[in-house]
């Protein structure tokens, strides 16, 4: 069993488009991230989300949206593709907000052309 | 703002030698120091890692060594192997939880030639 699951694992499409990205953890975290890895391999977070309280990293576009249905779903919602947006998105669980030892997925890898 | 800063972006090493991997961090907040491992393709996954009221922690043959007063902290792995090739990522974080999450180095590309 995958412990934190994305899908899907490459999205390609077109700019000015609306796109998903479903995540999943089986590991009962309480706490729920998304990072976005560019080219350079650079990871930063976007959100963490942490019984219901969303904290948002200042930098990220409100484009990005996260909704969570439950405690083991983070999904991420990005509106108005733009080619800047072209990454690799990871989602990340902890098992509480003290932000220790991250389980990360596997990752998406979006292409916007 | 980089509040971690990794050395040496990429690093070639012979199979059997030892491979070592530094960090520098700035914010004196950070309590939590790990080092993830990332093969293509693959998400990063957790190594190894340190608080900072110790300053060496070994688990086979990745150690970590850590010096507060310089606010440093590295990786070394040891008898490095093909297997080993791969981008590793020093992290810190604050456990008083927070927007920042954990702070990533920029990563350093290993290469283990046999």
């Known amino acids: 069993d995958t412990a934190v699951s994305q899908t899907p694992k490459y999205l390609v499409t077109q700019m000015g488009n609306d796109k998903s990205i479903k995540c999943e953890q089986n590991?009962?975290?309480?706490?729920m991230y998304w990072y976005k890895q560019d080219s350079k391999k650079f990871l930063k977070i976007m959100f963490s989300?942490?019984?219901?309280?969303?904290?948002i990293n200042e930098t990220v576009p409100n484009r990005f949206s996260p909704k969570s249905p439950d405690k083991a779903h983070l999904n991420l919602h990005i509106n108005s593709l733009e080619l800047g947006d072209s990454a690799v998105y990871f989602c990340?669980?902890?098992?509480?907000?003290?932000?220790?030892?991250?389980?990360f997925g596997s990752g998406t890898r979006l292409t916007v052309v | 703002q980089q509040q971690v800063k990794q050395s040496p972006q990429s690093l070639i090493v012979q199979k059997g030698g030892i491979s070592i991997i530094n960090c520098a961090y700035e914010?004196?907040?950070?309590?939590?120091f790990p080092w993830y491992q990332q093969f293509p393709g693959k998400g990063p996954a957790l190594l190894i890692a340190?608080?900072?009221?110790?300053s060496e922690k070994k688990e086979g043959r990745f150690t970590i060594s850590f010096n507060k007063s310089a606010k440093q902290f590295s990786l070394h792995i040891m008898d490095s192997q093909p297997g080993d090739s791969a981008t590793y990522f020093c992290?810190?974080?604050?456990?008083?939880?927070?927007?920042?999450?954990?702070?990533f180095g920029k990563g350093t590309h290993l290469i283990i030639q046999p």
């Open positions: 990340a669980s902890s098992q509480d907000a003290r932000n220790y030892g991250y389980t």
């Open positions: 590991l009962g975290h309480d706490t």
């Open positions: 989300y942490n019984n219901k309280e969303l904290i």
């Open positions: 914010n004196t907040a950070f309590d939590y």
């Open positions: 340190i608080r900072p009221d110790v």
């Open positions: 992290a810190a974080s604050s456990s008083g939880g927070g927007a920042d999450g954990l702070t």
